[in-house]
């Protein structure tokens, strides 16, 4: 990465942030010394950072670590990350990066379609994560009604859009697809005739073509991703005529990695590494998001501006799972089980066999028969993948209710070493 690949805008932003992050916050200081480094260093000249090293820092320094640019009476939000894959992570917000997160998230609306008068129901609970705060504060920068639907049942929910008459739900994927399936059994289809769209947010789902046009067909709606962290801020928004998403330039800097934290190449996966240049308070100097993208130097098929990640976030690099030799991204199983008319809910379990070797089972609910045969083609085909199909009832598996959890690894434990 050079200073030649950003824009002036960001540039000049990236020089502020160095000087006032580096004079005035400790975590950020300590890592530049740990490295020998004087005076003002090139972005690049930092290694990645990953959450681990923030978690560290706050367990080390209660409660809130060190990564913080201004005395604590200077902020405003406290905010706690999910911790599916650690401890929590408590980061902060003064009231200037609240308003960062809140004009970013209102870009997010507009280039999504959403304008005053719409009724956006926010169907998820309001919890410590910054989302559905963000969510709420960016419909009101547009204008736009925000309908809280914290703390209700789906069939609740369904009744609250029925009866308010919302134009759009947001929610992650999967929550979207439950939904669907509730208003289903409880024949509350008519529920939603007045969503005419979906926002999707909190997983990779809405960016795979499968689940997109899944839920598209099934919410008579269009569908668009965008994407976020509590750590790194709401980078991705979406592109509603290329798909995939777009990264603002002038807000960050962009760049994705190998395995070996070098540039990825052309057209290939990699690691997506963020550096939000205007979140001073809790700043992430490029910041490992642990998310799966693609590299690509082209624009969108629409032109638009903004450096665009086709295909959005195709996958979590924690999720990859290496099985004979290949990586296996959960992701990709699941755009295939999509795929599969007729299929529901599904869970994927790695495994050992006594001999030693890694297996895949797919437990996958399918309506017909002739269902596992083609599936099981399409993982062959598409993935290069050999995978235990085990077709069950409809309603047999586990339904998650926020973020997905269909993932299950049993393998036998490697010594490192032995
Ligand atoms: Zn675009």
Not at 78 to 99: F, H, K, M
Not at 248 to 255: A, K, N, S, T, Y
Not at 285 to 313: K, M
Request: glycine share 10%.
């Amino acid at each position: 990465m050079s200073a030649g690949t950003l824009t002036p805008v960001a540039s000049d932003r990236l020089r502020e942030l160095l000087e006032v992050v580096l004079e005035r916050n400790a975590f950020q200081r300590s890592r530049l010394e740990q490295l020998g480094l004087d005076g003002l260093p090139q972005l690049g000249d930092l290694p990645p950072l990953a959450k681990r090293e923030l978690v560290e820092d706050q367990a080390r320094h209660p409660q809130f670590g060190t990564n913080l640019t201004y005395p604590l009476e200077r902020y405003t939000q406290l905010w706690q990350t999910s911790g599916t894959t650690g401890p929590p992570l408590r980061v902060l917000d003064t009231a200037e990066d609240w308003t960062w997160w809140r004009e970013l998230f209102a870009h997010t609306l507009t280039v999504a379609g959403v304008r005053a008068g719409d009724r956006v129901a926010l169907a998820f609970s309001f919890g410590p994560h910054v989302q559905f705060w963000a969510a709420y504060q960016g419909l009101q920068e547009v204008g736009a009604m925000a309908l809280a639907l914290g703390g209700m049942t789906s069939v609740q929910r369904l009744q609250t859009i029925a009866e308010t008459e919302a134009t759009a739900v947001w929610c992650t994927p999967t929550y979207a697809l439950r939904l669907l399936e509730v208003a289903v059994e409880q024949r509350l289809d008519h529920a939603l005739e007045s969503v005419r769209q979906v926002i999707c947010t909190g997983e990779p789902g809405a960016s795979l073509p499968a689940v997109r046009s899944r839920i598209e067909e099934g919410f008579n709606a269009t569908c668009v991703d965008h994407a976020g962290l509590t750590e790194a801020g709401p980078f991705g928004s979406p592109c509603p005529d290329g798909h995939g998403l777009h990264v603002l330039e002038d807000e960050f800097v962009c760049e994705i990695l190998d395995d070996d934290l070098r540039p990825s190449d052309i057209g290939q996966r990699g690691e997506l590494v963020i550096t939000p240049l205007r979140r001073t308070g809790f700043p992430v100097l490029r910041y490992r998001t642990g998310d799966a993208v693609v590299n690509t130097d082209e624009r969108c098929p629409a032109g638009h501006e903004g450096r665009w990640l086709p295909g959005g976030i195709v996958g979590r690099t924690d999720d990859m799972v290496v099985i004979r030799g290949m990586n296996v991204y959960p992701s990709a199983i699941e755009e295939a089980v999509r795929h599969v008319s007729g299929s529901g809910e599904f869970r994927i379990t790695f495994y050992s066999e006594p001999s030693g070797m890694d297996e895949i089972k797919l437990e996958v609910e399918l309506d017909e028969g002739s269902g596992a045969r083609r599936l099981q083609e399409i993982m062959r085909q598409q993935l290069g993948l050999r995978v235990r199909i085990v077709p069950v009832n409809s309603g047999v598996l586990p339904r998650p209710d926020g973020k997905s959890r269909r993932v299950v690894d049993e393998r036998s434990v490697r010594l490192v070493g032995q």
